[in-house]
């Protein structure tokens, strides 16, 4: 979608930010012949009470979650998304009911698409997608779209698990080399620029510019060496948690459920030129084209997840942009990577300093035989998802945008607790 409205449309910014609960009647108790399946929600009914909308610091109840993705979110956005629900403003209906192709939910994709280039000053010249199927259909379409065939060379520096699955995926429709893998080194670096063995008849450089498993995170990008190739960024886990240079980029794409909003939405912002030349063999739903013609209603979207990305977006701004996110979230990895660094090797991080993620944290215990207790000791204190990856083990914290401070002091306070204990 290519607009050019300012960030926040006049009719929006006059509407009040928190609309009062509406009135949900009586309950009233419904005799059907329905015979319920034997599948429990989680939650008990007296976890579902009704919140104010005020945001608050943290509440009491909500566990500080760690997890990699889905991942926690603004409790701001979750208490506005709350009050909203079930009547969208004026419109009578909730974002979910709503058609996508009427004018409240075009008010809604359209600022969320404003608010976004706010953000990340996206130039005028590239165009925003919302798409399905998370940032794994992109390995896909990145050299669908790119390549005029598979036999066209294209360049992946493999730096951790996310970046080799996209290596693979792309195989199959274009001949993609690594010009460099950290696997012999567990994917704790990012490579020196000036070594690569860049092809000069690729097509395009791929990187994953923070590998969420591995917690290995670009501080600065590499340059494609053709100079008709665009580099190609994976930001599934960094996405929006600091200024970005956007004109460096072809294409940059993102899985929401990390730091922008719920899984089901998938960002690509992709340079208008790379536009239009898909391969043949793309299928309807990978071809940017026909996203970016019909401003990604080709067909139904991720209504309500393009809703709440949105929300996210203006939360962003409303914290004073990226540079402001990103001051924090360097506060947050600080004081934890410090409390690694300061615990005389009971706690380790792998990852080479200079290239320590903001993101995702993984360190381990210089006992792993207390991994397990550490993990349910840290639960019993409202912190959860905190075990690795399976494929590496030991522990990683992430701590995206959306987890507060107090998640991280708490965190590093309960480690000290524990090696104190453990030591
Ligand atoms: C860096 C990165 N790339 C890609 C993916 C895959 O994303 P999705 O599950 O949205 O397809 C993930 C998921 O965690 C990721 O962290």
Redesign the pocket.
């Given at each position: 979608m290519s607009i050019s409205t300012s960030p926040h449309p006049p009719h929006l910014l006059s509407q009040k930010r928190f609309l009062s609960h509406p009135d949900l009647g009586p309950r009233t108790h419904i005799t059907t012949s329905f015979r319920p399946i034997s599948v429990k929600c989680a939650s008990t009914p007296a976890q579902l009470h009704t919140q104010s909308a005020q945001p608050q610091a943290h509440s009491q109840e909500r566990l500080f979650n760690f997890a990699?993705?889905p991942a926690t979110l603004p409790e701001s956005v979750l208490r506005r998304a709350q009050s909203e629900l079930f009547l969208w403003r004026g419109s009578g209906m909730s974002v979910m009911e709503m058609s996508h192709r009427g004018k409240d939910f075009k008010s809604i994709i359209e600022k969320a698409e404003a608010d976004l280039r706010t953000l990340l000053q996206i130039p005028s010249d590239y165009s925003v997608l919302f798409l399905q199927?998370?940032?794994?259909?992109q390995f896909a379409a990145v050299p669908l779209n790119v390549c005029r065939s598979a036999a066209d060379p294209v360049d992946y520096i493999l730096t951790g698990s996310?970046s080799d699955?996209?290596f693979k995926e792309a195989q199959k429709y274009s001949k993609p080399n690594a010009i460099w893998s950290g696997k012999p080194e567990k994917y704790t670096k990012i490579p020196s620029f000036s070594d690569l063995q860049q092809n000069p008849d690729a097509k395009y450089l791929h990187i994953?510019a923070?590998?969420?498993?591995h917690g290995v995170e670009y501080k600065t990008y590499p340059t494609p060496l053709n100079p008709d190739a665009v580099l190609v960024a994976?930001m599934?886990?960094n996405f929006c948690s600091k200024p970005v240079d956007v004109s460096r980029f072809g294409i940059i794409y993102a899985?929401a459920?990390?730091n922008v909003g719920p899984?089901g939405v998938?960002i690509v912002i992709i340079r208008n030129d790379l536009i239009g030349e898909a391969q043949e063999i793309t299928p309807v739903m990978l071809d940017y084209k026909i996203h970016a013609d019909n401003n990604s209603l080709y067909n139904t979207p991720p209504c309500f997840g393009i809703y709440m990305c949105g929300l996210v977006f203006e939360d962003l701004l409303d914290q004073g942009g990226l540079a402001q996110v990103e001051k924090r979230n360097v506060e947050k990895a600080q004081i934890l990577y410090n409390a690694i660094d300061r615990s005389n090797g009971f706690y380790r991080c792998p990852v080479e300093k200079s290239v320590r993620s903001l993101m995702n944290v993984p360190f381990t215990l210089e006992k792993p035989e207390l991994e397990a207790e550490f993990i349910k000791e840290a639960a019993k204190e409202n912190m959860v998802q905190l075990k690795g990856h399976r494929s590496v083990g030991g522990m990683r914290a992430s701590i995206y945008n959306a987890m507060p401070l107090a998640g991280v002091q708490k965190l590093v306070s309960f480690m000290k607790d524990f090696q104190a204990k453990h030591a």
């Open positions: 990699a993705g199927g998370g940032a794994t259909t996310w699955k996209a994953c923070n590998e969420t498993i994976d599934s886990s899985g459920q990390k899984s998938t």
